[in-house]
């Protein structure tokens, strides 16, 4: 793959920057209500879907030697992000749970568009937070996953799906024909138990029960607690509730995106309990440019699994022979997730060639295609 020198200028950054830009729609729909209520799932799945369309690819690659004072403008939005997202979110549950001007619909429309922005920005900022070393990065990731009762997915991500993806132990990995129905209220359920069992795990490696005070969970645990207490005091009930429904859909939002990264993508069993490792080839890759602005290259999710702890400004995109490619971007693929005909109709294929032109060895896919081969040792 050829590379190009990364530009450090801050108008180089500035597209990654575009997620402020849905700030002031939230407050305009709170102010405003009425069809504003809508501006934010309209501009984070629509708009930038429209975009996409008008910005095309983008091929180039980035030199991943970039050394890191290179990278400033670009990690100072994930840097910004967590006390903009802290600071809208109380304002808005604060405002919103006792506009007079707003009626319960408009209100839980507009949390439903709140939602859409902790889940889309706020927990792919965390996701790339918490891969850095600085604790203060990882801190921030940590406080962002509280502010939508998620904090285990830091957990479960670094232990348990880095680590077994596109294998049986990992409940992330979407099935082939398993329908975004069936896989969300699955990963819900084992997800917090493999990241329960992780950390467990990782304690008693050193010696340690579950309540020693390097657990995670009794920091998560804390710092959902206190998210809790700050948005019932700001607006009662009513606080409390839109604060969890936008904790649901950012969940869901989340979700979503783990359905399409891995769907129907899986390593080679090697006998006894033994996988090839991990490749480009097990995650979808997508080079949309305006939605991997929106991103923060999210979608070059084949290279974030090859090399996990590379910035996202670095991320390398690998083209067909490499890595799957998705037709679309994530704002019109998580929409077609939604629909699991035309899901399986769309990407059903892609997978069987997928297969044919990686594994033409594999004879017999049921297994694999119900998570019934051994489980990595």
């Not at 209500?33 to 091929?59: H, K, M, R």
């Amino acid at each position: 793959m050829s590379v190009t020198p990364l530009r450090r200028q801050f108008h180089a950054a500035l597209p990654f920057w575009s997620s402020l830009a849905l700030v002031p729609l939230a407050v305009w729909g709170a102010l405003a209500g009425g069809w504003t209520v809508l501006l934010l799932p309209l501009a984070t799945w629509y708009l930038f879907s429209f975009l996409d369309a008008l910005t095309g690819l983008n091929l180039e690659n980035a030199d991943p030697e970039t050394p890191e004072d290179a990278l400033t403008w670009y990690r100072a939005i994930t840097l910004i992000w967590p006390p903009v997202q802290f600071i809208l979110l109380l304002w808005m549950i604060w405002y919103v749970s006792g506009a007079t001007h707003l009626g319960t619909l408009e209100k839980i429309v507009l949390f439903f568009g709140v939602g859409v922005i902790t889940g889309t920005v706020g927990i792919n900022y965390s996701h790339e937070l918490m891969h850095q070393r600085p604790r203060g990065e990882r801190f921030l990731g940590d406080a962002l996953l509280a502010m939508v009762l998620y904090s285990h997915f830091r957990s479960e991500h670094l232990l348990v799906h880095h680590r077994y993806v596109a294998t049986p132990r990992d409940p992330v990995t979407a099935r082939y024909n398993e329908g975004f129905h069936r896989f969300f209220p699955r990963v819900l359920r084992e997800c917090f138990t493999s990241a329960v069992r992780a950390e467990k795990a990782m304690l008693a490696r050193k010696g340690l029960g579950w309540w020693h005070p390097s657990n995670p969970f009794l920091r998560y645990w804390a710092m959902q607690g206190y998210m809790l207490i700050l948005a019932a005091g700001l607006g009662g009930w009513a606080g409390l509730g839109l604060f969890l429904w936008q904790a649901f859909i950012a969940i869901w939002q989340l979700e979503l995106v783990n359905y399409i990264e891995h769907y129907g993508l899986t390593r080679k069993h090697l006998g006894q309990g033994r996988y090839e490792h991990v490749k480009p080839r097990h995650s979808w890759n997508a080079t949309h440019k305006a939605s991997n602005w929106l991103l923060i290259n999210l979608q070059r999710h084949s290279d974030h699994h090859y090399k996990p702890d590379r910035r996202f400004p670095l991320l390398q995109n690998y083209t067909e022979t490499e890595a799957p490619q998705l037709p679309y971007g994530y704002p019109l693929m998580t929409m077609a997730a939604m629909v699991p005909p035309y899901w399986r109709r769309v990407m059903n294929p892609r997978v069987r060639r997928w297969r044919q032109m990686y594994y033409p060895e594999i004879a017999d896919w049921k297994p694999y295609n119900k998570a019934q081969n051994p489980k990595p040792r």
